[in-house]
Each structure stands twice: as structure tokens, then as C-alpha cells.
């Protein structure tokens, strides 16, 4: 029997995070031997909001050595660029002729991130949405692993299929959503309020992957947590909640286990065990990182093979479409 299909996609912005990690990338690992996968680099949607081109062409590097460097590997998984891959522009401009604009004006993200752009809010941030439901219809994914920030995305583009699905016939898969039930949604350390992210103002608020001990520890350090004692899972109480969370996705031991093995620590404790487990699972993924992208020529040749496959799947749909809507 045929394989079910995974696509997931990464921006790349640099300075990938526990929460990117925790959130998506490790579960495309653990998932990679039971599907068919795609993994990309989506560096058409990193362009949204303004880049720098040297510091651009460096982070899809980055992410993409970091993607290799976390365990997926090409046995399983089609790992490529986005932009490699021309069929995702192309098929996104056909779904934006079906999505009415009032869809795209209801997506939180862009709420947010416009917020932060004011004036200078592109048509590539406003319709980025639908070139992420182009990279998702292109390859039949049944199932998308993400963060519990992509859920509405992922909404969307089950919406925009089933749209075209029902204007021209049966064509699109509608993709279900994969958010781990912990670690869907990794909060931040000096805000855990608020979800883990990118953010270049407040560098203490995510581990990066590729931080060093020192920097662990010196941010787990400084995490915010409260006037409290007791170490207990706790929604009420983000800061210690999160710091435990993210103990027990590193550990995988029980929520019981970890509160009696802490029922007699104290919060410096408590973060200091967090620090060693935190510096000691990005370990080997930082080691395999500085591996490959020391070996010269090694990540091109990954990234050329794994457009040629993407390339092969993405214009055989691109030509279905094309056929349904009788551009061919
Ligand atoms: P991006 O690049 O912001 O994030 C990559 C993945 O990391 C997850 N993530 C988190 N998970 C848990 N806790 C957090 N604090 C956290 N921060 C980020 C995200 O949910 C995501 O799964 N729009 C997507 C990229 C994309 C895509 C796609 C995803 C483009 N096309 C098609 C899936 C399918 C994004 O910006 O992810």
C-alpha cells in the first residue's frame, strides 16, 4: 500500500528556535519512515517581509544544514527550496484566483505581523497564505506537521482545495493538521506569555539551536518564572510551566515523574538540571551541523537532488490543475 504524504515547510529567517525544533522539526523526524515526505525551506514566504540578500542566501543555508543536521535524511524525505521549485509561484497564482480576499483578511498572523509593518505591509505578506496552501496541495499531503500557530493556515488551505475541488472537479487533497499535543506550542523564556519566536529585540526569550552551553545556560538562567515554590505543572503559572514543559518533551518521562523528582528542588535547581538536558539533546545535532557544512559541496548536492524530486511531483499537479481549468 502506498505511503501517506507529509509536507511541511520552514522559513528562512536564521536563528531557528527550541520551539521551531520541538514544535515541528523533530516530529518530522519521528514521523519520516511512515510517509512519503516533503520538507522545504520556504524562502518565497521569508521574502514577505524585507530581507537583506547576503544574510538571506546565508539562512536558507542555515536552515537547511540545521533540517539535515536534526535527522532527516534522504532516504525518506525530499528536502528542497522553495524557490528551486517553480511550480509553487505558479500554482499560487491559480489559487489566488479562487480565494476571495475576505478569507485572507481573517488570518491572525497577518493581523500581527502587519501590525509591525504599518506602511509597508506587502501583497506577499497579505497573500502569503495561499502560496502556503500551493506548497501543501502540490505534493497530495494528507498530513501537515506544524505548530499550533499554523493551525489556521492550514485551515485556509483546506478551504481554498475544497473550493476547487468543487468548482472543477475532485483534485486536491484536503490536508489535516499534525500539532503535537505538548509542544505545539513552546512559550517563550522572558515572556512565556508568548509563544517562542525569531524576534531579534529580545534575544533571551528563545534558545537558539545552534547556541553554545554558555548561552543555554545563561538564558534558562534569567528565564522569567514566579514568587512561587513548588515545582508543578501548572497553566496558571507560564513561566514554570513552560520551563517543565520543555523538560518533559527533551526527557520524554511522565508529568508525574518529573514533579516528584523535582518535589524537593528548588527553581535554581529546576533550571539548572534544564540548561545541562537542554545543551546536552542540541548536542549531536550541532555536531552533525558543523560536520556537513564543513564538507564542501555536500549540502548543494542535498538541496539539487531533493528540487529535481520536488520538481518531478510538483509540475505533474501543476499540469492536472492546468488541465482541470483549461489552461491546457
Ligand atoms: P515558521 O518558519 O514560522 O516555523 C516553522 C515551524 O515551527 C513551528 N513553531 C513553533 N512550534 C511550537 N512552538 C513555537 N514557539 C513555535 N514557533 C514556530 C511553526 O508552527 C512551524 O511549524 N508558514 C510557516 C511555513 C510554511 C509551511 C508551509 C508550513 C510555509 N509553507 C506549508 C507547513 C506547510 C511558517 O512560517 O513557519
Known amino acids: ?35 512519503d515526505n516533503y520538507f522545504c525551506v520556504v524562502d518565497l514566504h521569508t521574502i514577505t517581509v524585507p530581507q537583506d540578500p547576503e544574510v538571506l542566501r546565508a539562512n536558507i543555508r542555515e536552515v537547511a544544514g540545521l533540517l539535515f543536521a536534526s535527522g532527516l535524511d534522504a532516504d525518506n524525505s525530499v528536502v528542497f527550496v522553495q524557490s528551486h521549485v517553480r511550480a509553487h509561484s505558479e500554482l499560487a497564482w491559480i489559487l489566488n484566483c479562487i480565494t476571495p480576499m475576505g478569507w485572507l483578511h481573517r488570518m491572525t498572523q497577518f493581523k500581527e505581523k502587519s501590525e509591525k509593518q504599518k506602511d509597508e505591509v ?10 502556503q496552501a500551493a506548497d501543501i496541495l502540490l505534493y497530495d499531503a494528507d498530513l501537515v506537521p506544524v505548530g499550533e500557530d499554523q493551525k489556521q493556515h492550514i485551515e485556509l488551505c483546506r478551504d481554498i482545495a475544497q473550493r476547487f475541488n468543487y468548482r472543477y472537479g475532485d483534485l486536491f487533497v484536503l490536508p489535516d493538521a499534525y500539532i503535537a499535543e505538548v509542544g505545539g506550542r513552546v512559550m517563550g ?37 514566579d514568587s512561587m515554590r513548588e515545582i508543578c505543572f501548572d497553566d496558571n503559572r507560564p513561566g514554570i510551566n513552560n520551563l517543565l514543559t520543555i523538560y ?5 518521562k511522565s508529568k508525574a515523574a518529573i514533579v516528584e523528582y523535582f518535589s524537593t528542588k528548588s527553581y535554581k535547581d529546576l533550571k539548572e538540571e534544564l540548561a545541562e538536558v537542554i545543551a546536552e539533546s ?19 548536492q542535498k538541496l539539487d537532488e531533493g528540487a529535481r524530486l520536488a520538481d518531478e511531483a510538483a509540475e505533474r499537479k501543476l499540469k492536472a490543475v492546468q488541465d482541470k481549468i483549461g489552461l491546457r
Request: glycine residues 6%.
Open 1 to 35: 500500500m502506498a505511503k501517506k504524504k507529509i509536507f511541511s515547510g520552514i522559513q528562512a529567517t536564521g536563528n531557528l528556535h527550541l520551539g521551531n525544533y520541538l514544535g515541528a522539526i523533530r516530529n518530522w523526524v519521528k514521523l519520516q519512515a511512515d510517509y
Open 122 to 131: 506587502s501583497i506577499g505578506l497579505f497573500d502569503y497564505p495561499v502560496l
Open 189 to 225: 523564556l522572558s515572556n512565556p506569555e508568548k509563544k517562542m519566536s525569531k524576534s531579534e529585540e529580545k534575544k533571551d526569550d528563545a534558545i537558539f539551536l545552534l547556541d553554545s552551553p554558555d548561552q543555554i545556560r545563561a538564558k534558562v538562567k534569567r528565564a522569567t518564572t
Open 248 to 252: 518533559q518533551l527533551l526527557t520524554e
Open 282 to 300: 542540541l548536542r549531536p545535532l550541532q555536531e552533525r551541523y558543523r560536520e556537513l557544512t564543513g564538507e564542501k559541496g555536500y549540502l548543494d
